[in-house]
């Protein structure tokens, strides 16, 4: 019999590939079948012991300088979308009227190159 028949293991199917996984019951008769001593412990059950603060963010500010010029309001994200801004702008929060081209410009299509069907005959 197979271990997914004997529940030793769940079997996972994703993307095209098959994932199996140890349960209880199969580190037990694995321990028994190698002769293990109780005390060996499959890695990724063991819990990792890191000395407290490692692995860890240093907090903001520490050794090094701020980057950039600080910012308006102070914070980093706090005027995000927070309402209109000056000069009307665009994306949500911009003001309600759009920006459009100047009067002075007139944009003429047609007239050469030659590219595509139904040119002019």
Avoid: C
């Avoid at 190698?34 to 990792?48: F, H, Y």
């Avoid at 209109?84 to 459009?100: I, L, Q, V």
């Amino acid at each position: 019999q197979s271990f997914k028949s004997k529940e030793l293991v769940t079997e996972r199917f994703a993307w095209r590939h098959y994932y199996w996984f140890l349960t209880d019951k199969g580190i037990e008769y694995l321990r028994e079948y190698l002769n293990l001593p109780a005390d060996v412990v499959p890695a990724t059950l063991k819990k990792s012991a890191r000395p407290a603060g490692e692995g860890r963010r240093p907090p903001m500010g520490g050794d090094r300088p701020p980057r950039g010029p600080p910012r308006e309001g102070g914070g980093y994200r706090e005027g995000y979308r927070s309402g209109p801004r000056e000069g009307g702008g665009f994306g949500r929060g911009g003001g309600g009227d759009k920006a459009t081209a100047p009067g002075s410009y007139q944009p003429q299509f047609g007239g050469g190159g030659g590219f595509g069907r139904g040119g002019a005959q």
